[in-house]
């Protein structure tokens, strides 16, 4: 079966189509044929397209909206000349994954979409008024382009984490806003911390009930996970991704009162605040120089920059900080995952991590952790710490392509 994954923003629209079904899903055979991802939507976009085994395209050209996007996108991998295998019309493709953010309290499963669902989605917008819309304009395009004959499911970022505790996700808050307002930590990036856990039993062998571990997606976004028999028993991201570790342009966690008091000083009105917290924090706000680890790195080898090395110190010690939580939460843990972009491609980032965790039973074995770059998958804890560590690059459109395909066979997932 074909499945196009859609990951829709709000001025862009990620894609891959895959090939997969059960068969292929029980040995990993799955294919990706093409990918690629449509940028600045609205006005003069631009787009990287690449078929399998073929180089990257990049183009601009005006598109309007997502639908106008999503068109281009359904051309191209039918054109002849783009010779994706097995795609010489939409009627190859036959079904659609999207990515949705937030399912709230009521979407705590990947499932098949029709109108009821749209509405519970719609009635998350409250909860994730950035990325839910978005999301619904994917799935409305999806549906106009494709008809009702193609199957479509909704993936959530949310419903890993559904298996928290109250104890785990509730706020210190009056219960009453709870109860209100489903104000409450939801945790994000599920489906990436899902992929992971179920690649380390893979790797290791262990059933679910004996899966107890730490995953730490660490890219633009961050967040961490105690994973306890299988399922997210505690996760770092809240009501919204912006709370938790250190990211990108995201401050992670704040005492509140810092908004009011910001608010008194600056003026700043609530937007301006989200703002702040969303898009003006994090390894940006702090080194005043750029959002991206890799440069950072680079200014504090290359160019002594204080402010640099003090962005990397914050994002290092609050995942340490994590990690210890999360082994008191757990009474321990047989091992650590690092993914996303920086887990997967930074040894220096890890080794920081991991340094001075001894006491917890944690090692990093020097050798294997620089070589562990650029997609590889592996160990790199030494032998004799008490802890496996390991990289396992994340594939979340590969899970939304098989929860896709076991929605529409409606065979329970297993993890
Ligand atoms: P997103 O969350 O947007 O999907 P990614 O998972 O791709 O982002 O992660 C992006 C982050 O990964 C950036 O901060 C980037 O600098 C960092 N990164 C990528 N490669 C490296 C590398 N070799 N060393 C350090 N950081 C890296």
Request: aromatic content about 6%; charged content about 25%.
């Amino acid at each position: 079966m074909n499945v196009l994954v859609l990951n829709c923003g709000s001025s862009s629209l990620k894609f891959q189509v895959l090939a997969t079904d059960l068969e292929a899903i029980e040995h990993n055979a799955d294919r990706a044929l093409a990918r690629g991802v449509v940028e600045r939507i609205g006005s003069e976009a631009l787009l990287t397209l690449r078929a399998e085994g073929m180089p990257a395209q990049r183009r601009a050209m005006p598109l309007r909206d997502h639908r106008q996007a999503l068109d281009y996108i359904l051309r191209w991998l039918v054109a002849p000349e783009t010779a994706v295998p097995g795609i010489a019309s939409l009627a190859d493709i036959h079904a659609v994954g999207h990515r949705v953010v937030h399912g709230g309290e009521k979407l705590t499963r990947s499932i098949l979409i029709d109108d009821a669902v749209i509405e519970q989605i719609e009635d998350c917008i409250d909860l994730a008024p950035l990325h839910n819309p978005a999301n619904l304009k994917g799935i409305a395009a999806a549906r106009e382009l494709f008809g009702p004959g193609v199957p479509e499911a909704a993936v959530f970022d949310t419903s890993f984490h559904s298996t928290m505790p109250p104890e785990s996700f509730l706020y210190a808050l009056p219960y009453q806003l709870y109860v209100r307002y489903k104000v409450r930590r939801y945790g994000f990036h599920g489906t990436s911390h899902r992929y992971v856990a179920h690649r380390y039993r893979q790797l290791t062998g262990r059933p679910p009930e004996e899966t107890h571990i730490i995953t730490l997606h660490l890219g633009n976004g961050c967040s961490a996970c105690a994973i306890r028999r299988g399922e997210s028993l505690e996760t770092s991201m809240g009501l919204t991704p912006v709370e938790g570790l250190v990211m990108g342009t995201r401050s992670g966690d704040l005492d509140p009162s810092v908004l009011e008091l910001l608010h008194h000083k600056e003026g700043m009105s609530f937007e301006e605040l989200d703002s702040l917290l969303n898009k003006r924090s994090g390894l940006l706000g702090i080194s005043g120089l750029t959002n991206d680890m890799r440069d950072l790195l680079a200014e504090e080898s290359e160019h002594q920059d204080r402010r640099a090395r003090l962005a990397i110190d914050l994002f290092c010690l609050r995942v340490k900080k994590y990690i210890g939580s999360y082994l008191a939460r757990m009474n321990g843990a047989d091992a650590v995952v690092f993914t996303g972009g920086i887990g997967e491609n930074s040894p220096e980032i890890r080794r920081r991590i991991c340094s001075d965790l001894d006491f917890f039973g944690i090692g990093i074995d020097p050798a294997r952790n620089e070589a562990m770059t650029g997609g590889q998958e592996g160990e790199i804890g030494d032998g004799a710490a008490r802890l496996r560590l390991f990289v396992i690059p994340t594939n979340e459109e590969l899970l939304i392509a098989r929860d896709t395909v076991r929605c529409i066979l409606d065979v329970p997932r297993k993890w």
